[in-house]
């Protein structure tokens, strides 16, 4: 082969107009093998959508359609009839809206404090932190339910957690024990280290407290990291199944993702239903997405490379 | 500051992790109190040929779905780190599936794997050949699962790997060109190895990620059929929360994190080593 072979041999030189062509036809080349690669990837989202508004007729044929025969609104308010798909979306809303603003507020407390303050055992408390960001989900999700299970005086239990069902079914136990993340800490300290110090002196000599060198000083200066955050933790907690999944049980509490997947076990045949409620629980995250793309991109950029 | 923060992280996730390890050697059937029982759980697993099962789907998932995702993800990468018209579109396309929904996403492929009106099976009868039903079908069931894995996981891993990629120094293809090194050639003499860090990197996470696979098994297959896709975290959400044995599902999720810190060492071993 030519290319392994030392390049001793001067090619002949190729004309300007060569040259050129080669270069478009490996332009064409690449955007043939990304535009095939990035279909690839769509058309599961599209077919989602098209599947949604098909009639059940055309839903039970072979081989399938691709372009709906005839575009079946309706199948969005059939779905919110079959199952309260409109009390699952709100759900998933107030829980992920109240997620982000937990972690927006205790986070950025504790990142600033742990880049910004010293005091004594900071590194320590640093490091601990990081070792809770390793620990899988799986190694302290059933003691999670189980605290959350024998809360005391909640939910009819007694001092010992006992006589009850403590926090499962209530709001506390979807909002609580998801609300902090020692990665938005991780993330929040990073940003606020990336901060030239002269201002904290600044602020101290004029005699600023913490909590107002933290909330009119620093964190103005880094708005698009708390965006970043903001984000990140929205899509989390809107994505999450499992935790949402273990703690409730009444339709009035099940957020989107668990309530699809309950629909789906019950209604397994209801595929009009099922994808209507499939492209409300994915809409909302690919409209985040791509609006504010660069934040996104950032932020997992950010989280990969740490 | 840092207080509500310190109190929310020993409360759900220090105090779970401890009681995860004690529990693990208890027999606890949460409607009467533990009681001691040593390594019983332990032997129990070892001698449980479900949970050998899931542990061997879980590796196996594993072991396809990141190196087949991390290839194409650089592949993709590299392609896209040059000036290229559609250039944050393809990248926000190759992202989408990462930043939806696990549950809804498996949705989707649930109805493009059907095996009566799926698209899956539509596109085959159309070129003749027959389809299956195949996250029925003991054989074909994981493989399914896996493909969905590593469509799903190509995003991620695309980003690591263009973040990567603006650290390595152009000077060095200017001077792979000047010796007539063709573009594969310098993929694999000059960017393979600059993104060596990276792929180390990439391959821990999502070794832990795909360890801990859930969501997708739960909506695709329920974990079978007969336990032909059952994964390691399956099998402690059923010891739980189906069979509420919670000491026996503390030492199975035990040995998953068993797992996830050995491969993590051996990997770090192997980081160590090559950058001496």
């Known amino acids: ?306 | 500051m840092v207080a509500p923060a310190v109190a929310h992280a020993a409360i759900w996730i220090a105090v779970p992790v401890l009681a995860t390890l004690v529990l693990s050697f208890t027999d606890y059937r949460v409607f009467a109190a533990p009681r001691w029982i040593g390594f019983g759980n332990y032997v129990e697993i070892w001698h449980d040929q479900v949970f050998r099962k899931a542990t061997w789907n879980t590796v196996v998932y594993t072991f396809f779905t990141v190196p087949f995702s991390m290839g194409i993800a650089v592949v993709v990468a590299v392609l896209l780190n040059q000036k290229l018209r559609l250039r944050t579109a393809y990248r926000a396309a190759f992202f989408l599936p990462q930043v939806t929904a696990t549950v809804a996403i498996a949705m989707v492929w649930l109805r493009i794997y059907n095996p009566q009106f799926g698209p899956l099976n539509g596109v085959l009868s159309f070129f003749g050949v027959p389809g299956r039903a195949w996250l029925a079908d003991p054989d074909w069931a994981l493989w399914s699962v896996i493909v969905v894995g590593v469509w799903q996981g190509i995003g991620l891993k695309m980003l690591i790997y263009l973040a990567a990629l603006q650290n390595v120094d152009e000077n060095l293809y200017e001077a792979a060109a000047i010796d007539g090194a063709s573009p594969v050639r310098q993929f694999f003499a000059i960017t393979l190895p600059m993104l060596k860090p990276a792929t180390f990197f990439v391959f821990v996470v999502s070794i832990i990620g795909a360890f801990q696979v859930f969501d997708l098994v739960y909506v695709l297959t329920d974990g079978g059929p007969a336990n032909a896709t059952t994964m390691m975290t399956y099998e402690v959400y059923r010891s739980a929360f189906q069979d509420f044995r919670m000491g026996m599902a503390c030492a199975q999720s035990v040995v998953l994190f068993a797992f996830l810190l050995f491969l993590t060492i051996v990997n770090r071993r192997l980081t160590r080593s090559d950058e001496k």
């Open chain 1, 1 to 306: 082969m030519t290319a392994t072979a030392p390049a001793i041999r001067a090619r002949p030189a190729p004309t300007a107009a060569q040259a050129r062509r080669r270069r478009l036809l490996v332009r064409v080349g690449l955007h043939l093998l990304l535009a095939l690669g990035a279909v690839t990837m769509i058309v599961p989202f599209v077919w989602m959508l098209l599947t949604s508004v098909k009639s059940p007729a055309e839903l039970a044929s072979f081989p399938p359609t691709f372009w709906p025969d005839e575009w079946v609104w309706s199948n969005y308010s059939g779905a919110m009839q079959a199952a309260p798909f409109a009390t699952y979306f709100r759900n998933s809303l107030i829980i992920a809206t109240g997620h982000t603003l937990i972690t927006l507020l205790f986070g950025s407390l504790a990142g600033y404090a742990l880049a910004r303050i010293p005091f004594r055992g900071r590194e320590l408390l640093f490091l601990g932190f990081i070792a809770m960001l390793m620990i899988p989900t799986y190694t302290k999700i059933v003691p999670q339910f189980l605290i959350v299970r024998f809360m005391p005086l909640s939910g009819g239990n007694d001092l010992f957690g006992q006589g009850g069902s403590g926090w499962l079914n209530t709001w506390w136990a979807l909002l609580i024990p998801g609300g902090l993340s020692p990665f938005a800490i991780f993330l929040f300290r990073q940003f606020y280290l990336s901060l030239p110090r002269e201002l904290e002196e600044a602020a101290r000599i004029d005699g600023l407290g913490e909590l107002r060198i933290w909330a009119q000083i620093y964190t103005p200066l880094i708005k698009p990291a708390v965006a970043t955050v903001a984000l990140l933790t929205f899509q989390e907690s809107w994505n999450n199944f499992l935790w949402p999944l273990l703690v409730t049980t009444r339709d009035e509490l099940r957020v989107i993702q668990v309530g699809l997947a309950v629909f789906q076990q019950q209604e397994n045949t209801a595929w009009h239903h099922l994808m209507a409620g499939t492209t409300l629980a994915t809409v909302p995250m690919v409209l985040l997405f791509l609006l504010a793309q660069r934040y996104f991109i950032q932020g997992f950029t950010q989280a990969g490379i740490k």
